[in-house]
């Protein structure tokens, strides 16, 4: 069973860049979309972006500009480099992925753990 272990949070000032990574580990044949999704106290989740397989990437309009999503296929991880952060990015952060363990097996919704970001002075 495969699953998905997240890295990368922690505080940072108002203004500052942060670096979140996400791999993919266990049995997998195959992964489709990566995602990375948040949710704040008292908030719905929200999509933040995602990456398809051949590298697409769409994004939520809170974000577009300020961060970038992209993956390695050879590592199985997915990224997310958040910069120019502000107090409203403070939430939980959790990778997501489409991933098939096994060739003849369908694809299965893996998640992450959650990692903390907070952004403040």
Same mark, same amino acid.
């Given at each position: 069973?495969?699953?998905?272990? /997240?890295?990368? !949070? #922690? +505080? @940072?000032? =108002?203004?500052?860049?942060?670096? +979140?990574?996400?791999?993919?580990? !266990?049995?997998?044949?195959?992964? #489709?979309?990566? %995602? $990375?999704?948040?949710?704040? =106290?008292?908030? /719905?989740?929200? +999509?933040? #972006?995602?990456?398809?397989? #051949?590298?697409?990437?769409? *994004?939520?309009?809170? @974000? &577009? !500009? ?8 050879? &590592?199985?991880?997915? *990224?997310?480099?958040?910069?120019? +952060? ?5 939430? @939980?952060?959790?990778? *997501?992925? @489409?991933?098939? %363990? ?6 299965? &919704? *893996? $998640? ?10």
């Amino acid at each position: 069973q495969g699953q998905l272990v /997240e890295s990368g !949070g #922690g +505080l @940072v000032q =108002p203004g500052g860049s942060l670096r +979140l990574s996400c791999a993919a580990t !266990g049995s997998i044949f195959s992964i #489709g979309t990566m %995602a $990375w999704y948040r949710q704040a =106290p008292g908030k /719905e989740r929200e +999509l933040v #972006g995602s990456v398809t397989s #051949g590298g697409i990437a769409n *994004y939520a309009d809170s @974000v &577009k !500009g300020r961060f970038t999503i992209s993956r390695d296929n050879a &590592k199985k991880t997915v *990224y997310l480099q958040m910069n120019s +952060l502000n107090a409203e990015d403070t939430a @939980v952060y959790c990778c *997501y992925a @489409v991933v098939r %363990a096994r060739s003849y097996t369908s694809d299965q &919704k *893996y $998640w992450g753990q959650g990692t903390q970001v907070t952004v403040s002075s």
